[in-house]
């Protein structure tokens, strides 16, 4: 569903059937995070979620103010794969495990 910023994000949910007017961040809520509309403008989880699709990786958000955004409200994420039991340090790409790249190119010469 689109967040209030314009974004694709699956954890997002808005409920506007019949004047209803009812939003929530789905996974904020799971971790008991107060959301409002204006940190879907900066949250990297629609990005994380168009890039890496893996079904092992978990992410864990937190809403904090850091010094490098002037101490705006912001979402920072931290990302763990629950196959390889380990920390994901770049939460777009993933673990390195888990999907291998199917095939090697090789290249011959004549």
């Keep these: 569903m ?16 019949r004047g209803k007017n009812v939003e929530e961040c789905r996974l904020l809520k799971s971790q008991n995070q107060a959301w409002s509309p204006d940190l879907c403008r900066t949250c990297p989880v629609p990005v994380i979620s168009r890039a890496n699709s893996c079904q092992f990786m978990k992410l864990n958000i937190v809403v904090a103010r850091p010094l490098t ?17 380990q920390n ?13 790249l199917p095939f090697k190119f090789e290249i011959k010469e004549d």
């Design 69 to 85: 955004a002037l101490f705006q409200r912001r979402v920072q994420v931290q990302a763990y794969c629950e196959k390889s039991k």
């Design 2 to 17: 689109k967040t209030p910023a314009g974004h694709e994000c699956p954890h997002f949910y808005g409920d506007y059937f």
């Design 88 to 100: 994901v340090s770049e939460p777009q790409v993933g673990c390195g495990e888990c999907h291998a």
